[in-house]
């Protein structure tokens, strides 16, 4: 069964702190792998990755992917009380995109 | 802003009844993919139309259908609502779905259905 998973399910941090959200894979015929954030609308378009190894920056976001180990991370540096929403991951094949469950970050001031 | 445009974007109803909701994809877009979010619940996808042919599809209900039409806008239908139906209902386009493409997807701003 084709899936996504994402770790942790919430986080709680600080202004200035970094965290880094896990998402891994297993999605048959695999194309690219998408970050989204979404606030209290629709989901917005962060990164699609498509290559191992290197790395998608903009600003204090930067993301990832391990092809080998079917996963990516999306790291933020230098939280901000903006960055609070739910983060989610998306795998893409053929006809589908397969999402993860998403990752809600709280950045307190 | 997307692009992407969804109509209405609030919607009351009773259970029992039909509704009909609809995306216009992006300029260009020939794929519209439909999802259904409930509360504090993740992105389940519902369907996927590429160039008014149904691609895919997912956890779309019997009571649920969707065509997307020659100008590439599309309707995703709910009939026998009931409770458990109310929702936000995303659709989202992008490019095409020919093998070898890396689809980067655009979401509109969603439909919120609440069944009463």
């Known amino acids: 069964e084709d899936k996504v998973v994402q770790s942790p399910l919430s986080l709680v941090v600080h202004e200035g702190d970094t965290v880094t959200l896990n998402c891994s894979y297993e999605?048959?015929?695999?194309?690219?792998l998408l970050w989204y954030k979404q606030e209290k609308k629709a989901p917005t378009f962060l990164f699609m990755l498509?290559?191992?190894?290197i790395e998608k920056k903009s600003g204090r976001l930067s993301s990832i992917l391990d092809k080998k180990e079917l996963s990516s991370i999306l790291n933020i540096t230098a939280t901000q009380t903006g960055d609070s929403a739910i983060y989610l991951c998306?795998?893409?094949?053929?006809?589908?995109?397969?999402f993860g469950s998403g990752t809600k970050l709280n950045v307190k001031p | 802003d997307s692009g992407v445009t969804q109509t209405p974007k609030h919607l009351i109803t009773a259970t029992g009844q039909r509704v009909t909701l609809r995306c216009s994809p992006r300029?260009?877009?020939?794929?519209v993919y439909w999802y259904q979010q409930s509360l504090d619940q993740g992105l389940q996808f519902l369907i996927h139309?590429?160039?008014?042919?149904?691609?895919a599809k997912g956890n779309i209900l019997e009571r649920f259908s969707a065509q997307q039409f020659p100008d590439l806008h599309s309707e995703l239908n709910l009939s026998s609502l009931e409770l458990g139906d109310s929702a936000l209902y995303f659709c989202?386009?992008?490019?095409?779905?020919?093998?070898?493409?890396?689809?980067?997807?655009?979401f509109g701003p969603g439909t919120r259905l609440l069944v009463l």
């Open positions: 989202a386009s992008s490019v095409g779905g020919a093998s070898g493409y890396q689809e980067t997807q655009y």
């Open positions: 999605v048959t015929n695999f194309r690219s």
């Open positions: 498509t290559s191992s190894g």
């Open positions: 998306a795998a893409h094949n053929f006809n589908k995109f397969y």
């Open positions: 300029s260009g877009d020939l794929s």
């Open positions: 139309y590429y160039n008014g042919e149904e691609r």
